[in-house]
């Protein structure tokens, strides 16, 4: 007994002719009667009896073919799953990013998936690298962005962000006739700087340290947000992201280019060894268009 043939015997119940189940299949009438006759040699009992041309199912066929509906059933079941991952996915995704890129890119981002993916649940989680980093490692989190400090040890990454750092200030401060910002420039004005650890910072210091200039730190925090908020409040000046653009108020704080540069670096993290899902490859490539 073969599906073909299961298929002929159920077509033929629903249909209630061998004809006319023939015609459904597009095969001939032949073909389908050869079928339930090889099919009823094979079960070893009778499905039909033949009566005055007419086939009339046996009460074996009946409880046969229940279980036949049954099964195919589960195979529209099983096809209409099929079908909704084509188009939608496992149905969940989770992202975790860090804070510079939480309320500015990553929406953006998330809008432009949902475009396509309407009937899918994100969840987005904001946090420090570090836990951006862990949750992806264990397989908790689909996509991450973190900055690029964490240790990539456990996780599949690449460099997704690497734009040029600008120094923010508030308007009306002495450097802001200025159109490039020099490390001798920064010297004596209150700084806003990043922890030690921060690998913005590190290229900084560097840069300030080969200039013969020491900065004058006077709030160390891990969020660009912060340093934006400060330099609003007029507390000082400090080193931030373009991609903070969309949370400034313009009115307040201006922005100027500083050389040499400082790259401040972003980097997309995937769990490891894991095939990448329909849902992740559609949303990194959102990410991409939305940088």
Not at 32 to 51: K, N, Q, T
Not at 251 to 267: D, G, H, M, N, Y
Request: charged content about 20%.
């Amino acid at each position: 007994m073969n599906f073909r043939q299961i298929e002929i015997f159920a077509a033929v119940m629903r249909a209630g002719t061998a004809s006319k189940a023939a015609d459904l299949l597009g095969i001939t009438q032949p073909a389908a009667s050869r079928a339930l006759s090889e099919m009823e040699l094979d079960l070893g009992f009778p499905l039909f009896d033949r009566v005055r041309q007419r086939l009339v199912p046996t009460p074996e066929a009946w409880q046969l073919y229940k279980s036949v509906e049954a099964s195919f059933k589960g195979m529209d079941t099983i096809r209409a799953e099929a079908a909704r991952i084509r188009d939608q996915g496992t149905g969940r995704l989770r992202i975790a990013t860090l804070s510079l890129l939480g309320s500015t890119l990553v929406p953006k981002a998330i809008a432009r998936f949902r475009v396509r993916h309407p009937d899918v649940n994100v969840t987005l989680h904001v946090l420090v690298s570090r836990d951006v980093r862990d949750l992806v490692a264990s397989g908790q989190f689909d996509v991450g962005l973190a900055a690029d400090e964490i240790d990539v040890t456990g996780v599949t990454h690449q460099l997704f962000l690497s734009p040029q750092a600008m120094i923010a200030m508030p308007v009306g401060h002495p450097l802001s006739e200025k159109q490039v910002i020099k490390p001798a420039d920064l010297e004596g004005y209150p700084f806003l700087a990043y922890v030690p650890e921060d690998r913005a910072r590190q290229r900084l210091d560097a840069i300030m340290a080969a200039a013969g200039v020491k900065l004058n730190v006077v709030v160390e925090t891990i969020y660009a947000s912060t340093v934006c908020a400060l330099v609003t409040e007029g507390v000082g000046i400090g080193l931030v992201s373009p991609y903070v653009v969309g949370n400034l108020d313009r009115s307040r704080v201006i922005l100027k280019p500083f050389e040499p540069a400082v790259q401040i670096k972003t980097l997309l993290i995937l769990p490891p060894g894991k095939a990448k899902s329909l849902l992740v490859r559609d949303f990194i490539t959102a990410l991409m268009e939305s940088r």
